[in-house]
């Protein structure tokens, strides 16, 4: 079984900051792992996912994770925080490369002016 | 390209009706996945159907039942509705089996009062 821990429910960053969203996962076999992100009354967006390959993914709207095995993490990282980034974020898993995908509970990032 | 599109949006519905859900995958997707979102129970994996079958299936009792047409659109059903089923249902579809991105719609907001 997999599963994903977001530590922080709600993070806040003044625009021009780092972004820095935590995302842990457990699996028993290789992980695919994906950031999502969602805006308020919409869907899930793709924002960058991790298969194979280069352990750092670079996803849209400036955004980037790396893939640490050792630490079992894929944090999600922006330099620059956008009052546009502001939305909630959410880590998922899934174990074989299929369609089901297991989340995290979400972080909500806020942008302060 | 239309993007998946989900139908209603909005549904208010009475304790111990049903209800259906209908999703139309992106043109030449085959591949379509169900999810509950709840603010106390997050983003939960309901089912997926590829090719008109169910290939995997959530933890969710046997009142959550689903199927997917020769268009590869879907629906899904719930019987006997409870308060608890209030949500935001989020269908989601992929080319295939492994496709690795799944694109999501905007949702359908199921109350149940």
């Known amino acids: 079984a997999q599963s994903v821990t977001q530590l922080g429910s709600h993070v806040s960053v003044s625009e021009g900051a780092l972004v820095l969203l935590r995302c842990n996962y457990s699996?028993?076999?290789?992980?695919?792992l994906f950031w999502y992100v969602q805006y308020p009354n919409q869907g899930l967006q793709l924002l960058l996912k991790?298969?194979?390959?280069?352990?750092l993914v670079k996803g849209i709207n400036g955004f980037e994770a790396e893939f640490k095995k050792s630490e079992t993490s894929f944090h999600l990282t922006k330099p620059s925080a956008h009052m546009s980034d502001a939305a909630e974020y959410f880590c998922?898993?899934?174990?074989?490369?299929?369609?089901?995908?297991?989340f995290g509970g979400g972080t909500r990032l806020m942008v302060k002016p | 390209k239309a993007g998946v599109t989900q139908t209603p949006r909005y549904l208010i519905k009475t304790r111990g009706q049903q209800v259906t859900l209908s999703c139309s995958p992106i043109?030449?997707?085959?591949?379509v996945s169900w999810y509950q979102q709840t603010p106390g129970q997050g983003l939960q994996f309901l089912f997926e159907?590829?090719?008109?079958?169910?290939?995997n299936k959530g933890n969710f009792p046997g009142r959550f039942s689903g199927r997917q047409f020769s268009n590869s659109r879907s629906e899904m059903n719930v019987s006997t509705l409870e308060l608890g089923d209030s949500a935001l249902y989020l269908c989601?579809?992929?080319?295939?089996?492994?496709?690795?991105?799944?694109?999501f719609g905007p949702g359908t907001r199921l109350t149940v009062t």
């Open positions: 989601a579809s992929s080319l295939g089996r492994a496709s690795y991105e799944q694109y």
């Open positions: 699996s028993s076999v290789p992980p695919y």
């Open positions: 991790y298969t194979t390959g280069a352990t």
């Open positions: 998922a898993v899934t174990p074989n490369a299929g369609n089901m995908l297991t």
């Open positions: 043109s030449g997707h085959r591949s």
């Open positions: 159907y590829f090719s008109e079958t169910q290939r």
